[in-house]
C-alpha cells in the first residue's frame, strides 16, 4: 500500500439489492453522513434506507426566481417612470398589469438557468471532473452487476479500522480502499508555454486591431456604416433649419395614399360626392359596418340611443332635418375628419365603407321619415311585380 496517497474512502461491494438496502439502513442508523451508495439500476427505497432528506434546490429555484422577479421590476420601474418616462395608451407610468407578463416571464427564465447552474456548480461541485471513485475496481463492478456502498473519509466517524470492521461486519463480497488521483501538472501550465501563449495573443490582437481598424479604413476601402448619409433625429449644418430630416416635397402624394383635401376643416365650403349607388351589396355593407362603428354611440338605428351612456356623450339623433340635408360628402366629411367630440373613423372605417354607411344612414332615415308617397311607390313596385 502507498501511503503518500491521500485515502478518500472505504468501499465495499455486495452481492444483492436487499444486502445492499440493508448495509444502507444499517450504515445511516450506525451514525455515517458521508457515504454513497451505487447502483447498477435505481434500487426503490434506497433514499429511505440512507435516510436521505429532500434535496434542497428548490431553495436555491425558490431564492433566484423571487431574485429576478424583483430585478425585473425593479428595472422596469426604473426604466419606464425613472429613465424614460411615457405615457403609452394612458397607463400609468409604473403600470403593474402590464409588467406581469415580462415579470413572469424573466422569473420562469433566470429561475430555470440559475437552477441549471446551481446544480452543476454547489452540487456537482463541476468543475471539479475527477472523481476517486472513476478509476476504481468498485466504479466497474457497480456499473456492471453488483451493489456497492462508499463511506467517505470526511465522515466525523471514519476510522480506517472502525468503519472497515463495520463494512464487513455488514457482509459484503469484498472491500476496496479508495485513493485520490495523483494531481497531474499539465504541461499546458509550465512557464515556458504561458509565455508563448502571450505572445501569440499578443501577436493576434494587434494585428487584428490595426487590420480592422487602420488597414480598412484606407482607401479603396471603406465601411458601409462611414457613409456620407444623414440618420434620422440627426442635426444638419447643411440645411438652413439644421434638420437632417427632411420634409415631403410640397405636393407629393405616398404611393397608395389618397388625400382628403378638407381634412382638418370643421366646415368645408365644398365636399366630395358619393361614388357608390345603394345596390344591395352596398347596402348590406354599409349596414354591416354601420352596426359595428357607429352603432355604439348613435344606436342601431341612428336615434342616437347610446349603449356607451353615461362614459361617452351621448350624441344627438341622425334623423334630424339637419342631418337629412347634409349631402352625403358632409357626413362623408364627419366619419373621415371626426367633428367635437366624435372622432375620426377614418383608421378603422376604408374610403369605400364609409360611402356605403352613408348609402345605408339614408336607408334609416328615410324609412324613420316615410310619406305617403312612398307608399304609393311601393305599392306600384309591388303592384308591378305582382303582375
Ligand atoms: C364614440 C361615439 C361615436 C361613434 C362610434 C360615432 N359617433 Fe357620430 N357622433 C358622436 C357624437 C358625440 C356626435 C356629436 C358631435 C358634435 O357635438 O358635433 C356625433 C355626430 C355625428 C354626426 C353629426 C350629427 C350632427 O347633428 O351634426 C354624424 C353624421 C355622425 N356622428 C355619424 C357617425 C357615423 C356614420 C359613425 C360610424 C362611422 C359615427 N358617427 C360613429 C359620437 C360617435
Not at 445511516?28 to 453522513?33: D, E, R, T, V
Not at 359596418?289 to 349603449?307: E, M, Q, V, W
Request: glycine share 6%; hydrophobic share 40%; with cysteine.
Amino acid at each position: 500500500m502507498d501511503n503518500n496517497k491521500k485515502l478518500f474512502g472505504i468501499a465495499a461491494l455486495f452481492d444483492t439489492p436487499d444486502l445492499i438496502i440493508n448495509a444502507a439502513r444499517k450504515t445511516a442508523s450506525a451514525g455515517y453522513k458521508k457515504f454513497d451508495v451505487n447502483t447498477p439500476y435505481p434500487v426503490h427505497g434506497m433514499d429511505k434506507a440512507m435516510g436521505l432528506k429532500p434535496t434542497t434546490v428548490g431553495y436555491v429555484t425558490l431564492f433566484f426566481g423571487f431574485s429576478s422577479a424583483a430585478f425585473i421590476l425593479l428595472f422596469m420601474w426604473w426604466t419606464l417612470s425613472i429613465n424614460y418616462p411615457m405615457v403609452i395608451g394612458g397607463k400609468p407610468f409604473f403600470a403593474l398589469p402590464a409588467f406581469i407578463p415580462i415579470t413572469f416571464e424573466t422569473t420562469v427564465l433566470l429561475g430555470a438557468v440559475s437552477t441549471f447552474l446551481g446544480i452543476l456548480a454547489v452540487y456537482f461541485k463541476l468543475p471539479a471532473n475527477s472523481h476517486p471513485l472513476h478509476d476504481s475496481e468498485y466504479m466497474k463492478a457497480v456499473s456492471t452487476d453488483k451493489y456497492g456502498l462508499v463511506i467517505e473519509t470526511e465522515d466525523p466517524l471514519f476510522d480506517i479500522n472502525g468503519t472497515k470492521d463495520f463494512l464487513k461486519s455488514l457482509n459484503p463480497s469484498s472491500t476496496e480502499l479508495i485513493y485520490y488521483p495523483p494531481k497531474e501538472v499539465y504541461a499546458l501550465f509550465q512557464p515556458r508555454f504561458m509565455i508563448l501563449l502571450a505572445v501569440v495573443a499578443l501577436v493576434v490582437s494587434v494585428s487584428t486591431y490595426i487590420t480592422l481598424n487602420k488597414l480598412l479604413y484606407i482607401t479603396p476601402y471603406g465601411w458601409m456604416s462611414e457613409q456620407d448619409k444623414y440618420l434620422p433625429q440627426k442635426k444638419s449644418d447643411y440645411f438652413a433649419d439644421g434638420f437632417g430630416m427632411r420634409k415631403p416635397v410640397q405636393g407629393t402624394v405616398a404611393r397608395g395614399f389618397i388625400p382628403y383635401p378638407y381634412s382638418g376643416q370643421t366646415e368645408p365650403k365644398e365636399v366630395l360626392s358619393n361614388p357608390l349607388l345603394p345596390t344591395e351589396e352596398i347596402l348590406a355593407l354599409g349596414k354591416r359596418k354601420f352596426l359595428t362603428f357607429c352603432s355604439p354611440c348613435h344606436g342601431n338605428t341612428a336615434d342616437g340611443d347610446s349603449r356607451l351612456r353615461g362614459q361617452f356623450p351621448n350624441p344627438p339623433t341622425l334623423h334630424s332635418d339637419k342631418v337629412r340635408n347634409y349631402p352625403d360628402g358632409r357626413i362623408y366629411h364627419i366619419i373621415t375628419n371626426g367633428q367635437n367630440a366624435m372622432p375620426s373613423y377614418a383608421y378603422q372605417v376604408s374610403r369605400e365603407e364609409r360611402w356605403a354607411i352613408i348609402n345605408y344612414l339614408r336607408v334609416l332615415q328615410r324609412a324613420k321619415n316615410a310619406k305617403a308617397t312612398d307608399l304609393t311607390s311601393i305599392n306600384k313596385e309591388s303592384g308591378k311585380n305582382a303582375q
